[in-house]
């Protein structure tokens, strides 16, 4: 099955610049490779703002090669690591080494994301309607906390960051616009403007 291939993989590009791609089929990673990918982990998890993580068993190595390309246009990171290094990378982090990893079980892909909380979920979930193989397992946020799966399904319904700032300077806006076009009409119409937006 070609996502067992893949998830005996390593996809992680050293700091040589060498880039190790999926074989079909299992590739024993030495001692210096794990340490790397711990490394590489650990400073993907300091940095993200969310780790969303998700099982994708039954999903074929060209779907999640897409996952990520379409994954990486929002400033998220896609990974496929062994648990066990995952679990040696949080503790390698202070504020994580707390975390809950009872849940990292099975055949897990983590999405990561320095910037903003909620695409990661958002990234995760829109994939999954064309590849319902990816299913949401948890999330570790900043804080050191493991989020369940309903919490996630929750955060990817959400605004994102950008969204969300959209929407502020959209409100912002709002009483600019309300004068503009007051002052483009008549005095009455003015006072009437600014009435409204007192009493608001």
């Known amino acids: 099955m070609q996502s067992q291939a893949f998830a005996g993989a390593k996809l992680y590009k050293k700091p040589s610049g060498l880039s190790y791609k999926a074989k079909p089929h299992i590739m024993a990673l030495s001692k210096?490779?794990?340490n790397e990918v711990v490394s590489e982990v650990a400073e993907l998890l300091g940095a993200s703002k969310m780790t969303v993580v998700a099982q994708y068993q039954g999903t074929t190595v060209k779907q999640l090669q897409s996952l990520r390309r379409t994954a990486k246009d929002s400033g998220t990171k896609v990974k496929v690591v062994k648990?066990?290094?995952v679990r040696q990378a949080i503790l390698k982090n202070d504020a994580l080494k707390d975390v809950d990893t009872?849940?990292?079980e099975g055949m897990l892909v983590y999405a990561f994301n320095e910037g903003d909380e909620v695409t990661p979920?958002?990234?995760?979930?829109?994939?999954a309607k064309d590849v319902p193989t990816i299913e949401f397992v948890g999330a570790i946020s900043a804080e050191g906390k493991f989020l369940s799966a309903d919490e996630v399904k929750t955060l990817a319904d959400?605004?994102?960051?950008d969204e969300l700032i959209a929407q502020v300077v959209a409100t912002l806006l709002s009483p600019v616009h309300d004068v503009t076009n007051a002052l483009s009409g008549n005095l009455h119409a003015l006072l009437d403007g600014?009435?409204?937006k007192a009493a608001a």
Do not use: D
Not at 121 to 127: D, I, Y
Not at 158 to 161: I, L, V, Y
């Open 121 to 127: 979920a958002k990234v995760l979930k829109a994939f």
């Open 194 to 196: 600014v009435e409204a």
């Open 83 to 85: 648990n066990r290094l």
């Open 158 to 161: 959400m605004p994102s960051r």
């Open 32 to 34: 210096t490779q794990k």
């Open 102 to 104: 009872s849940a990292l």
